[in-house]
């Protein structure tokens, strides 16, 4: 019987995983490749030797005619990359301008080796305690973007909590918000307009493309949508329909159900009697979609936050998103 392939798994820090890699529009590969050198790191330490064979079969590549491509790529992790959120010296580090890789040496020999060195700084950061992304390189390397890969290292930094950050609150767990300037960070662009970033109808927009390579490659099913009163992107998974909405009838996500009960009540009713009842009774009707228009309502209600109504509606799964 076959001996089933051991799976790679890197324990990426996350200042690194929070970093970026600037001045690389459209290209995946230094990406990879920093995924791959850390790999090997946790195994050797910050000094080792890979021939070109084994670079290549840690990148998931093939073909011959890609050995320039990893030495572009081995050129840009000697130039500097950003990491974040780490001390050094006694200090908080916001983030920090330095190479990868401080040293590339490349042997004539037959395997054609290349002996790498981490820069000191990078193994100053990543030797801290902290949370880190847990990573499978087989997987990451069937990614053919740069768009898919940033956003799925992404989804499993924040999937895996409690190795998150602050911008995500205790009770929003699976969601993650991004503003503009941030994405564009990620993804090494420059665009002024969310719309370049992200679009109903705009299937090659960075995000679009991204979500839509990393469901066919994982299965993974990743929201988005753009919140224009915060000027921020929502990102939310790893909840199953279940876990976001109270009954499979409800069309409204439980996180909002209060609030809209709230709403509807200041908007719409002029007295109750008894609020405790009255609030029950809405939502025993809106866990069973019994509610009069809650459609309508709740588009409203949408509207009232700066939400467009359309995008929060998921139409494969009939039902509110946000």
Known sequence: ???KAESKVVKKHNSLTDGYIPDTPRKVLPDRLLNALYYKFEKEGEEFTLSIQELKELLGITS??????????????????????FR?????????????LCRAVK?????????????????????QKGGYTPLDLDICNRFRSKYALKLYEMYRRYRSLPHNRSDVANDQIGIIKKSLQELNQMFSTNHTAPSKLFGQNAPNAPINRGLAEIEKVTG???HCFYDRSSKLFIFSWGR?????????DCIIPTSSIKSFIRWYIDHFVNKVDNPKSYHQKIFQQIISNDFGNLERYYQLFLLERGKDPQKCFDTQLGKFVC
């Open 88 to 100: 050094y010296q006694n200090k908080e580090v916001e983030w920090v301008r330095t190479p990868f």
């Open 1 to 3: 019987m076959k001996k």
């Open 240 to 248: 199953s329909v279940e876990d976001l909405y109270p009954s499979p």
């Open 64 to 85: 011959q005619k890609d050995d320039k491509r990893i030495f572009e790529a081995i050129q840009i992790l000697q130039s500097p990359i950003v990491i974040r959120d």
């Open 107 to 127: 042997f004539r020999s037959e395997t054609n080796e290349i002996h790498f060195k981490i820069e000191p700084m990078v193994i100053e950061a990543v030797k």
């Open 220 to 222: 993974e099913k990743i």
